[in-house]
Nanobody, 120 residues
Framework: QVQLVESGGGLVQPGGSLRLSCEAS????????TDWYRRPPGQSRDLVAR???????EYAASAKGRFTIFKDNTKNIVYLQMNNLEPEDTAVYLC??????????????WGQGTQVTVST
């Protein structure tokens, strides 16, 4: 069983920064990709950034140049550094991981989310 726990959300003014953390615990073997998604108020969930086991990263257009995803393999933590935040970044940010359990089974793992509010 794997648990994903997010932290680091909060209230920040426009132009400010936050660093979100997603810590994986339990049987983490086989996790090959970790993502940050976000769900703005009243909207659907969208991918923000992704990092693979090999360190390859991918960003949504809205995140490029402002957000950075990186990881600490020794601690099983994936971070999302968010700079120059805008009110449009207000959302619940969720961590997701893809875990290969067998040749035919991939588990989708989700954290509970952390609220980010960008406002004056």
């Amino acid at each position: 069983q794997v648990q994903l726990v997010e932290s680091g959300g909060g209230l920040v003014q426009p132009g400010g920064s936050l660093r979100l953390s997603c810590e994986a615990s339990g049987d983490t073997a086989g996790i090959y990709e970790t993502d940050w998604y976000r769900r703005p108020p009243g909207q659907s969930r969208d991918l923000v950034a992704r990092i693979t086991d090999g360190g390859t990263t991918e960003y949504a257009a809205s995140a490029k140049g402002r957000f950075t995803i990186f990881k600490d393999n020794t601690k099983n933590i994936v971070y999302l550094q968010m700079n120059n935040l805008e009110p449009e970044d207000t959302a619940v940010y969720l961590c997701h991981a893809s875990q290969r359990r067998s040749a035919t089974r991939i588990d989708n793992l989700w954290g509970q989310g952390t609220q980010v509010t960008v406002s004056t």
